[in-house]
């Protein structure tokens, strides 16, 4: 298996904070592994799972059964990343733990639904994504393989000041396809492409190496096979 590759030496590695909130408990021990396992297949982020307050007003109204108007949602967000820096530190300092730095940036992984049918939103140093809209009919993929493609696209949005907003309407399969609804998000979960413009605004942006790494994720040979005891499978 392909280990770490060599970053040019004025690339930072990101530390990416995930949070799942509201997921089925069958399916977060393994989404917790297959997002930390993308840790030792590529060098550019760091991904890490992170405890949480589970009745932050934040999370409690994307827990609702309800569609969720996203620009309330965006009002709250640096509030939010305020109480949840305050609780890390806070519970850090409890069990006197030596490295009390934080991640650079946050992903909110959530089972809502927002009320103009997108699946995600970026705002500051937190993306949001939420599968509220997915259903049994889009696998495959299944939606742990949802989960880490549309994890890779909002790294990528993170380190990539070119690659931030949407950036090519017509449906490629590219990573970095605008695709308004989750259905049409299948496309890029299902292959795993960088097209041509999306690895020159890499090239551009310092990061050479990061297209190859997103496609050794993205191609998912990495999971191996059931039979395998030892393989992610």
């Not at 930072?12 to 799942?20: A, E, L, T, V």
């Not at 639904?113 to 696998?139: E, H, T, V």
């Not at 299948?186 to 310092?206: E, S």
Request: charged share 20%.
């Amino acid at each position: 298996m392909k280990t770490h590759s060599k970053l040019p030496a004025n690339t930072q590695i990101r530390r990416i904070g995930i949070i799942i909130s509201g997921m089925n408990n069958a399916n977060i021990p393994a989404l917790s592994y297959l997002l930390l396992h993308l840790n030792t297949i590529q060098s550019t982020f760091e991904y890490e799972i992170l405890p949480f307050e589970e009745h932050d007003e934040f999370i409690s109204s994307l827990i609702s059964q309800r569609p969720v108007d996203r620009e309330p949602v965006r009002t709250k967000i640096d509030a939010f990343i305020d109480r949840l820096e305050a609780c890390l530190k806070g519970w850090m300092a409890e069990a006197e733990i030596t490295d009390t730095s934080l991640p650079a940036s946050y992903i909110l992984i959530t089972t809502t639904k927002f009320s103009d049918g997108y699946y995600s939103m970026r705002q500051g140093r937190l993306s949001i994504l939420a599968l509220g809209n997915w259903q049994r009919s889009m696998a495959p993929p299944s939606i742990l393989e949802f989960l880490l493609t549309l994890v890779v696209r909002e790294s990528v949005s993170m380190v990539s000041p070119s690659l931030q907003g949407s950036v090519h309407y017509g449906t490629k399969g590219c990573l970095c396809d605008f695709t308004p609804f989750l259905d049409d998000a299948r496309y890029k979960v299902l292959n795993a492409f960088i097209c041509t413009n999306c690895r020159n605004a890499l090239i551009q942006d310092q990061l050479p190496t990061l297209a190859d790494e997103i496609i050794l994720v993205l191609n998912k040979q990495w999971f191996g096979k059931a039979a395998d005891l030892d393989s992610p499978a």
